[in-house]
Nanobody, 114 residues
Framework: VQLQASGGGLVQAGGSLRLSCAAS????????MGWYRQAPGKQRDRVAD???????YYADSVKGRFTISRDNAKNTVVLQMNSLNADDTAVYYC?????????WGPGTQVTVSS
């Protein structure tokens, strides 16, 4: 499985960004896709993901602000991020779980200026 992310960039606090992740390769039975993020000097944290059945997960810090959606036909996951704040600044990594393996895409930088 190969993951290609797009989106990210620089935005002012209160603004919005949209991240997309497209999966290719042996994509049969990808169980879950989503996003992690890693701020400088911190561990990589789970942000949001969605299962093949549509069950979603959101970290408490993003609930009500971020929305994840999945287009199974296009093997794409989209993370809509609203009301961004400085704490959202991080490198965001697309993630795919295809048991028993986990795949990672290249990181994309999200910077929120205050």
């Amino acid at each position: 499985v190969q993951l290609q992310a797009s989106g990210g960039g620089l935005v002012q606090a209160g603004g919005s960004l949209r991240l997309s992740c497209a999966a290719s390769g042996s994509i049969f039975s990808i169980n879950r896709m989503g996003w992690y993020r890693q701020a400088p000097g911190k561990q990589r944290d789970r942000v949001a993901d969605i299962t093949s059945g549509g069950i979603t997960y959101y970290a408490d810090s993003v609930k009500g602000r971020f929305t994840i959606s999945r287009d199974n036909a296009k093997n794409t996951v989209v993370l809509q991020m609203n009301s961004l704040n400085a704490d959202d600044t991080a490198v965001y990594y697309c993630n795919a779980l295809q048991l028993p393996r986990t795949y990672w895409g290249p990181g994309t930088q999200v910077t929120v200026s205050s």
